[in-house]
């Protein structure tokens, strides 16, 4: 499968653990996003990576919210100390990023976090 | 600011029937628009876009910036177009804002 993976599609963790998510984007493709979903709403963005550089992230819910990308290749979102209200789906998508327009967005199965 | 609004949070229509799923947006600037589409137990993936202005799927959508409104139509529905729809919105920072979408049940 050549398409946006995501790692674990499910997590099941304690109120004020921390948890880290997974994204591996389409080979070529520049731009990672990060987006949390949550029941009966549409994406919300959180950050977003033009190669190795996080070009936006003012969006991440809290400063317990952070994202790597260390070699423009796969990232991670990384949430510490977590509370009920960050269970969610947590969706990731990657596009090619060689456009002065928003380009097509390719999008991962999701990571689904649930906080007990 | 952007914002996104799908007034419709399901939809129901019989096959063979019109389908027009609604969108309405909220931008200063000149937006970009775009439908995507969830099937059941897939992933979010992109219908179509108003730049193209073509048809996918026999699903087409006209930008209205008169009327701010980039509705999404389909002359005849099928059983298949079944799905969460949707609306994004896209301003000068390439970073899309998305409706809260709509459920479409096409009955046979």
């Known amino acids: 499968d050549t398409g946006v993976s995501q790692n674990p599609r499910h997590k099941i963790t304690k109120r004020g653990q921390n948890v880290t998510f997974r994204c591996d984007p389409i080979s070529e493709h520049n731009r990672l996003y990060w987006y949390r979903q949550t029941l009966g709403q549409g994406p919300e963005f959180l950050t977003y990576?033009?190669?190795?550089?996080?070009?936006?992230k003012s969006r991440l819910l809290s400063d317990r919210f952070s994202a790597e990308r260390p070699k423009g290749s796969f990232s991670t979102l990384e949430i510490q100390r977590t509370e009920q209200g960050d269970s969610a789906m947590y969706l990731c998508?990657?596009?090619?990023?060689?456009?002065?327009?928003?380009?097509?967005?390719?999008f991962g199965p999701g990571t689904r976090l649930t906080v007990l | 600011a952007q914002r996104v609004t799908q007034p419709e949070k399901l939809l129901s229509v019989f096959k063979g029937a019109p389908v027009e799923l609604k969108c309405n947006y909220s931008y200063s600037g000149s937006p970009e628009l775009f439908w995507y589409v969830q099937y059941s137990r897939q992933r979010l993936q992109l219908l179509l876009r108003h730049i193209s202005r073509e048809s996918i799927k026999g699903f087409t959508a006209d930008l209205n910036k008169g009327e701010t409104s980039f509705h999404l139509k389909k002359p005849f529905a099928q059983e298949e177009d079944s799905a969460m729809y949707y609306c994004?919105?896209?301003?000068?920072?390439?970073?899309?804002?998305f409706g809260r979408g709509t459920s479409l049940i096409v009955h046979p």
């Open positions: 998508a990657s596009s090619l990023g060689d456009r002065g327009r928003t380009d097509t967005q390719y």
């Open positions: 994004a919105l896209s301003g000068g920072s390439y970073i899309p804002t």
């Open positions: 990576f033009q190669n190795e550089a996080q070009l936006e």
